[in-house]
């Protein structure tokens, strides 16, 4: 099937397949991309042949996000459970997935990447969640980061809107590896040559599927709550509005802290 945002590749004698961002150089996660990965996924997840779904872009960057201009409140509504439901889908995906990143990985990136099983990255990788600096706050993040690595740094991911080094993700345990730029297909070729190759295809999703039970029942049990509280309450205030339209409008926001 032709995609206007992605691409969809399979490899390894169609044993791996790829999904791979395809609108440099940001590769921003428009309502329209967002749902053609949905799309995608959904069709790969069917083969019983595939053994990994890898997750990567197209030139230097991993994603910048979701798209600003819906973040609007016009716009945010339509937008924000088409993200949720995207990443539900990636969590609660029987076939093991690996985000393979470079260059900047943010916002909705971030939280792409974070929701698939491995995370394969470069030393040119930033890692960030900088919705604070725009307002608004990240409900993926806020969802599954303090199980993973804790209340305290997951605080300091979601609060700061800090900028992390490919360094410092492994340093969390959120990266599995971390190479230099022109190693980091080779690594992830090897990766899956020496670690997904020789295993069961039936047996990787039934682990997959065990594995993944109780971060299912965690995302699941908060990403409502968070949505509500986004849109429901969060975008009523005026911040909320104006770090986005000042974002947009490429100005400092004025915030009047209401």
């Not at 993200?83 to 393979?100: D, E, N, S, Y």
């Not at 260059?103 to 990788?125: K, M, Q, S, V």
């Not at 604070?132 to 809107?161: D, E, M, Y």
Request: glycine residues 4%.
């Amino acid at each position: 099937m032709a995609y206007e945002n992605i691409k969809v590749e399979k490899k390894f004698d169609g044993q791996i397949s790829e999904i791979s961002l395809n609108t440099p150089p940001a590769n921003i996660l428009t309502s329209k991309m967002l749902r053609e990965i949905s799309e995608a996924l959904a069709q790969e997840e069917k083969d019983q042949k595939i053994k990994l779904i890898i997750f990567s872009a197209q030139e230097k960057n991993f994603s910048y996000g979701a798209s600003v201009e819906e973040h609007l409140p016009a716009k945010v509504s339509e937008m924000l459970p088409v993200f949720h439901k995207l990443i539900g889908q990636v969590i609660k995906c029987p076939t093991p997935t690996l985000a393979q990143v470079r260059g900047l990985c943010l916002g909705g990136g971030f939280e792409l990447a974070l929701a698939c099983n491995f995370i394969f990255t470069d030393t040119t990788a930033k890692f960030s969640v900088p919705e604070i600096t725009l307002g608004v706050f990240p409900p993926v993040a806020c969802a599954l980061l303090p199980s993973c690595i804790g209340q305290a740094f997951a605080s300091q991911f979601v609060l700061t809107g800090d900028k992390l080094t490919a360094k410092d993700l492994l340093d969390f345990k959120l990266a599995h590896t971390v190479v230099e730029p022109n190693l980091l297909e080779l690594t992830t070729h090897a990766f899956i040559k020496q670690q997904i190759l020789p295993k069961s295809a039936s047996s990787l999703r039934m682990a997959n599927r065990a594995l993944r039970s109780s971060i299912i029942d965690q995302y699941d049990k908060y990403i409502v709550k968070l949505e509500k509280l986004y849109l429901e309450e969060l975008m009523k205030t005026e911040d909320a509005k104006e770090g986005v339209k000042a974002f947009i409008e490429k100005r400092p926001p004025n915030w009047k802290n209401a």
